[in-house]
């Protein structure tokens, strides 16, 4: 079932969609939600809470990325969640990579407003789209779906070493952007 399909069956409020969604979508939203919390049942409870947010929300949305609208529904869930069980000394995997962007993402206190935060998307946005596509995946696929070191280097054919040299290669250009667009680190 593609994508246009299972939107309108969210429209049309037919409880199928959410059984469809989980078909197609589920082990990627467990993906990027373990990929923040490391921890199983932590990760399930995201995934469906996604499909309630989903199903709440469509209508009166109609997302023009269903993937990516799904994506950023789990991705916020579980972070929120992270914050939360962070908030209790609860140790995650969010930890790690939140830990490898803190020098080149602007402190979440000078960047809430909405503005900023579109501006921030936008420079981040068009950094990304300099980049060779290989290197604008290895970003995404690590900052974004949270795919481990190790994982990527097995897909790249590369030693985790080197590719978090790359990586940090690529976070200090980042920063470099930022700071030239004057955006406060």
Same mark, same amino acid.
């Given at each position: 079932?593609?994508?246009?399909?299972?939107?309108?069956?969210?429209?049309?409020?037919?409880?199928? !969609?959410?059984?469809e969604? &989980?078909?197609? #979508?589920?082990?990627?939203?467990?993906?990027?939600?373990?990929?923040?919390?490391?921890?199983?049942?932590d990760?399930?409870?995201?995934v469906n809470?996604? #499909?309630?947010? !989903? +199903?709440?929300?469509?209508?009166?949305?109609?997302?023009? /990325? %269903?993937?990516? #609208?799904?994506?950023?529904?789990?991705?916020?869930?579980?972070?929120?969640? +992270?914050?939360?069980?962070?908030a209790?000394?609860?140790?995650?995997?969010?930890?790690?990579?939140?830990?490898?962007?803190?020098?080149?993402?602007?402190?979440?206190?000078t960047?809430?407003?909405?503005?900023?935060?579109?501006?921030?998307?936008?420079i981040?946005?068009?950094?990304? &789209?300099?980049?060779?596509?290989?290197?604008?995946?290895? %970003?995404?696929?690590?900052?974004?779906?949270?795919? /481990?070191?190790?994982?990527? !280097?097995?897909?790249?054919?590369t030693?985790? &070493?080197?590719?978090? /040299?790359?990586? %940090?290669?690529?976070? %200090? &250009?980042?920063?470099?952007?930022?700071?030239?667009?004057?955006?406060?680190?």
């Amino acid at each position: 079932m593609d994508d246009l399909e299972l939107v309108e069956l969210y429209w049309e409020r037919n409880e199928r !969609a959410i059984d469809e969604t &989980n078909t197609k #979508y589920g082990r990627l939203l467990y993906k990027i939600s373990f990929s923040i919390l490391s921890n199983h049942e932590d990760s399930q409870e995201c995934v469906n809470d996604t #499909y309630i947010k !989903a +199903w709440k929300s469509i209508p009166p949305e109609r997302p023009r /990325s %269903f993937t990516a #609208y799904l994506g950023r529904i789990v991705r916020n869930l579980s972070i929120d969640y +992270w914050s939360k069980s962070k908030a209790q000394k609860r140790y995650s995997g969010g930890d790690i990579l939140l830990s490898e962007l803190v020098d080149c993402i602007p402190s979440p206190d000078t960047v809430w407003s909405e503005v900023e935060t579109k501006i921030l998307s936008k420079i981040i946005s068009n950094w990304l &789209n300099t980049l060779p596509k290989e290197d604008r995946i290895l %970003f995404v696929r690590r900052y974004w779906y949270g795919d /481990s070191i190790k994982e990527l !280097a097995i897909k790249i054919g590369t030693t985790p &070493n080197k590719l978090a /040299s790359h990586m %940090f290669r690529l976070r %200090f &250009n980042l920063k470099n952007v930022l700071e030239k667009e004057e955006v406060l680190l």
